[in-house]
């Protein structure tokens, strides 16, 4: 019973740690800085929507500027963090326009180069030459680019066919029950 007892609270203290470093694995792909610059455009969707563009459209710069170097261990190794760093930021990306889509936020104004801008990301990563170092990485953000396109042309069309209906709604950061 008390060897229980003790494997019990030794648990209770190492889970926590086991959290800490887990979390240490997952990529940031943002800065303090541009995290909190977020957190500020929280209210004003648009806003928002602007900052996430800006600092995908950097990280997708960093990896064109990135392979074109010259291959080394190095490069791999920055390429397969950055890569997974682009994948989650548009991940983020897509699920806080899934919440904008939902409660029915005006965002057409900056949303209206999102088609371009996912295509560009995505031409980006197709033209990022394979490697075992980062393949899996790759591959799992052509995906996640794929999808992120495809959402970013649905969203356009879904806001355009929504607010022609919903006149009185638009430039609303959210659309109030009647």
């Known amino acids: 019973m008390r060897n229980l007892l003790s494997i019990s609270l030794a648990l209770l203290f190492l889970l926590p740690a086991i959290h800490l470093l887990a979390q240490k694995d997952r990529p940031e792909p943002l800065t303090e800085t541009q995290i909190e610059e977020i957190r500020e455009a929280g209210i004003a969707p648009n806003e928002r929507v602007k900052l996430y563009l800006k600092y995908t459209d950097e990280h997708a710069d960093a990896l064109k500027s990135l392979a074109a170097r010259s291959k080394s261990a190095a490069r791999s190794k920055r390429l397969d963090e950055e890569i997974k760093d682009l994948t989650a930021l548009m991940d983020e990306f897509g699920s806080n326009l899934d919440v904008y889509s939902e409660r ?7 949303i ?3 088609p371009e801008a996912a295509d560009r990301w995505l031409a980006v990563l197709r033209a990022i030459p394979s490697e075992p170092s980062f393949e899996v990485s790759l ?4 995906e996640s680019g794929q999808d992120f396109s495809d959402q970013a042309k649905q ?5 355009t066919a929504y607010f022609l209906l919903h006149k009185d ?8 029950p009647k």
Do not use: F, G, P
């Open 104 to 110: 029915h936020a005006d965002i057409r104004k900056s």
């Open 112 to 114: 209206k180069t999102l």
């Open 139 to 142: 591959k799992e953000a052509l």
């Open 155 to 159: 969203l356009v069309t879904d806001q």
């Open 169 to 176: 709604e638009a430039n609303q950061d959210r659309a109030e």
